[in-house]
């Protein structure tokens, strides 16, 4: 059974960090495709960053330099590392696995599962 369980969010200042962490579980996270997305309240799911299982990775341009993402293989967990961050990085993010379609990796209906997603507050 598939499960995704994020956590590391928080309330930050601008130009703070925080990395986000998604504990996997029913599947190893080297072998599939992931990414991280977010929703802020009235606005669409986008996505933020995605890593291959041979490891390359891909980002939002509104995130680029600022954010990394990565995997521990033996913890089997995914990572979103957020620096720089800014108040309009403020939402929910949520991690997502399981692709189904062969599709941009940054659009969310690529995606089969979902975690419950943890809150980013960023505040100027």
């Known amino acids: 059974q598939v499960q995704l369980v994020e956590s590391g969010g928080g309330s930050v200042q601008s130009g703070g960090s925080l990395r986000l962490s998604c504990a996997a579980s029913?599947?190893?996270?080297?072998?599939?495709?992931m990414g991280w997305f977010r929703q802020a309240p009235g606005k669409e799911r986008e996505g933020v960053a995605a890593?291959?299982?041979?490891?390359?990775?891909s980002y939002a341009d509104s995130v680029k330099g600022r954010f990394t993402i990565s995997r521990d293989n033996a913890k089997n967990t995914l990572y979103l590392q957020l620096n720089s961050l800014k108040p309009e990085d403020t939402a929910m993010y949520y991690c997502a696995t399981g692709r189904r379609r062969v599709g941009a990796l940054l659009e969310s209906q690529t995606y089969l599962y979902w975690g419950q997603g943890t809150q980013v507050t960023v505040s100027s």
């Open positions: 029913g599947f190893f996270v080297s072998s599939v495709y």
């Open positions: 890593i291959k299982p041979d490891g390359s990775t």
